[in-house]
C-alpha cells in the first residue's frame, strides 16, 4: 500500500467515526434512517472500527518491532485512556470516544503483551494466513450464534467485548503488510478487481444491515452495536482497492489535505464525542439539513483540535498511540 492509498483510508475511518457516532447519537430527537441520505451515511460509516484495526495493524508492521516499541505502544495506550478517562471524571462536558472505553484498551494491551507472537507469524506466511482464516470463521461462527441464540449465557458477550473480533481485523493489517502478499495486492489487476467488486459487496452487505443491523438497533431501542466479522470482507477489499490510489491532477493539494486529515485519526475517534456533545448544545437538530451540517461540523471542529494539540510536543502524547 502506498502512502496516499493508506492516508485515504485513515481518512474514511476518521469520516466514518464521526459518521456513525453523529446519526446514531441523534436517534432519539430526529430518527436517523428517516431519508434515504441517513440510511446510506449510516450504513458505510460501520467500518469505522474495523478499519482502525486494520490500519494499526499496517503501521505497527511498517515499525521497527523490538521489546522497547513494544513496551513504548503499551505505555501510550495506557497514557490516553488514563489521561481523558480523568478528564472524563473532573470534566462533565467530556465524553468518552471510541478509543476510550475499557474494551479498546483491553484489546490493544493483549495485542502489544503477543506482540512477539505476530513478530513470529510475520517469518511463518502460512502460519499466519491459517491463524486469521480460523479467527475469521470463529468470529463469524460467534456473531452469528449470538444472534441466533440469543438467551444462551454462552453468547451474550457484547459485540465489543468479543475480543477475538478486534484480533482479527489487527492481524489482518498485518498479514497485508507481508511482503509476497503486498507485492500480489500491488498489481494493478488485484486493485482494478477489489475496485470493481467493492459496489457489489456492498449491496450484499447493504442486505444485511436492511434486514439484520437496522431491525436488531430499534429492537435494543437504540443499544450500542459494533459491526464486526459480518463486514470483514467489505473492509479487507476496501483497504486493497485504496492501496494503489494516485491523484492526477492538482496532486500536491490533494495530498496535503489527506496526509493533513490522516495524522488526526486517533485524535478524531478520541475528540469527536464532546465535539458533538459540545455542537448540539448549540444547534437544534430539527431537519436533515441540520443534521448534516452537524456532521460536517463535528468532523471539521475534531481534526482542527486534534491538529493544535499534535502541534504540541508534549500535548500530542494524549491523542497518539
Wanted: one cysteine or more; charged letters at 15%; glycine letters at 2%.
Amino acid at each position: 500500500m502506498n502512502v496516499t492509498g493508506l492516508n485515504v483510508i485513515k481518512t474514511m475511518g476518521c469520516m466514518a467515526a464521526v459518521t456513525f457516532f453523529t446519526l446514531y447519537n441523534t436517534w432519539d430527537r430526529y430518527d436517523y434512517d428517516y431519508h434515504w441520505i441517513l440510511a446510506f451515511l449510516t450504513f458505510i460509516s460501520t467500518i469505522a472500527t474495523p478499519l482502525f484495526f486494520v490500519v494499526a495493524g499496517i503501521m505497527d508492521a511498517r515499525a521497527e518491532q523490538d521489546l522497547r516499541w513494544q513496551l513504548t505502544k503499551i505505555r501510550n495506550v495506557v497514557i490516553v485512556f488514563l489521561f481523558w478517562m480523568t478528564v472524563y471524571y473532573l470534566w462533565e462536558p467530556y465524553q468518552r470516544g471510541y478509543l476510550i472505553q475499557p474494551w479498546f484498551v483491553f484489546s490493544f494491551i493483549v495485542i502489544y503483551a503477543f506482540h512477539p507472537l505476530v513478530a513470529w507469524l510475520s517469518q511463518h506466511r502460512l502460519t499466519f494466513g491459517f491463524l486469521v482464516f480460523t479467527l475469521l470463521l470463529f468470529s463469524y461462527g460467534y456473531d452469528l450464534l449470538a444472534v441466533l441464540y440469543p438467551d444462551v449465557s454462552l453468547f451474550r458477550l457484547e459485540p465489543q467485548y468479543r475480543i477475538w473480533t478486534w484480533l482479527l481485523f489487527y492481524l489482518t493489517g498485518q498479514l497485508l503488510c507481508e511482503p509476497l502478499i503486498e507485492n500480489w495486492l500491488n498489481r494493478k489487476s488485484v486493485t482494478r478487481a477489489a475496485a470493481i467488486s467493492l459496489p457489489f459487496i456492498y449491496l450484499f452487505t447493504w442486505l444485511y444491515e436492511q434486514h439484520f443491523f437496522f431491525a436488531l438497533f430499534k429492537a435494543d431501542r437504540n443499544a450500542f452495536l459494533l459491526t464486526g466479522s459480518q463486514i470483514y470482507l467489505l473492509v479487507v477489499v476496501l483497504v486493497v482497492a485504496a492501496s494503489r490510489v494516485r491523484f492526477r491532477r492538482n496532486v500536491a493539494l490533494k495530498e496535503t489535505v489527506l496526509a493533513t486529515i490522516s495524522k488526526t485519526m486517533t485524535g478524531v475517534y478520541i475528540l469527536h464525542y464532546s465535539v458533538f456533545d459540545l455542537i448540539t448544545a448549540l444547534i437544534p437538530i430539527n431537519s436533515l439539513a441540520a443534521k448534516l451540517t452537524l456532521l460536517v461540523v463535528t468532523f471539521v471542529a475534531s481534526v482542527l483540535i486534534s491538529r493544535l494539540i499534535l502541534a504540541s510536543s508534549l500535548l500530542k502524547k494524549v491523542i497518539t498511540l
